[in-house]
């Protein structure tokens, strides 16, 4: 089974290929979102996909926009191959599954983060400085210690082959203004204790997550992307959990520390991933998803 890396689909007009998705216009309205195979770690793309993974993380990001929808609208019009236009059925050999019609909507440049728990570049920054995003914090916190409220740890939303940027929450309000920093910053801590409270029910410690949000015409705000997914957030099972040291995990955790252990270039092209390694991400994404929902999935 090979990895659908890029999709080609000539009759819709391409806008973006981001790390792992494909965008395409469908009408003046929405768009088509299309999670491909590709995986990055480090904001570098691998050369290699691993199979299925898009699918897999279509259904975790349906699975979270219904359980979410109460708190904030989100731009899904269907996930649905059949009430999709002819237009994209026409590509349901690339297409089916890895898809989602969404609405066309002004993205906010912000990667809208939360953390529950002190953990990889957080845990690098407190170390250095005693802080998170330049957000002071108590001393003597231990690495993957729960913090006593989750943390709203902005950072700026990188093109293609930069890095995003760690702001100091303040620093939103100049990018988006401030009535949109103000309900960015209370609907994600919002989305991320709904969803962490539940994952905890099923096993899971969330210790982090992105969001990402857009807004309409009328200013309204509107959730995005992809939802807590393991590319977008850090999944631990809570059996293991131990303070005071690095966690197992549901996620590209796995990943990042093996292009670590050797020695792999951040600021470098992408590796091609030995089959071993793509084999375990899969089995960890499709862990969690059972975890999460209590089902399994077929491809």
């Not at 993205?107 to 690098?124: C, D, K, N, Q």
Request: glycine share 6%.
């Amino acid at each position: 089974m090979s990895a659908v890396v890029t999709t080609t689909c000539p009759e819709l007009e391409l806008i973006a290929r981001g790390k792992v998705r494909d965008l395409y216009r469908v009408d003046a309205a929405s768009l088509l979102f299309v999670a491909t195979d590709r995986i990055s770690a480090f904001d570098v793309i691998m050369n290699n996909g691993v199979p299925n993974k898009g699918k897999l993380l279509t259904e975790i990001s349906k699975f979270w926009f219904s359980f979410l929808k109460d708190v904030v609208p989100n731009h899904l019009i269907t996930a649905n191959f059949e009430e999709m236009p002819d237009k994209v059925k026409q590509y349901r050999d690339q297409l089916d599954n890895r898809s989602m019609l969404v609405k066309s909507l002004r993205v906010l440049p912000i990667e809208s983060i939360v953390r529950g728990y002190i953990t990889g570049s957080a845990w690098s920054e407190y170390k250095q400085k005693g802080t998170v995003c330049d957000i002071p914090l108590p001393t003597g916190l231990l690495e993957s210690q729960a913090f006593t409220e989750p943390l709203w740890t902005p950072s700026t939303k990188a093109e293609i082959g930069d890095h995003d940027e760690n702001i100091h929450p303040s620093k939103v309000q100049e990018i988006i203004g401030e009535k949109h920093a103000k309900e960015m910053a209370r609907v994600s801590l919002e989305l991320y204790t709904r969803a962490r409270d539940y994952a905890l029910q099923r096993g899971i410690i969330i210790a982090d997550t992105k969001f990402e949000f857009g807004v309409d015409e009328d200013d309204n705000l509107y959730l995005i992307d992809e939802v807590l997914t393991p590319d977008s957030s850090r999944f631990w099972p809570a059996a293991s959990y131990q303070v005071g040291t690095g966690q197992d995990s549901f996620d590209k955790q796995y990943l990042r520390n093996y292009l670590l252990s050797i020695g792999f270039d951040k600021s470098g092209a992408g590796i091609t991933l030995p089959q071993d390694v793509v084999d375990n991400t899969m089995a960890k994404y499709l862990e969690a998803y059972k975890l999460l929902t209590g089902e399994d999935i077929q491809f």
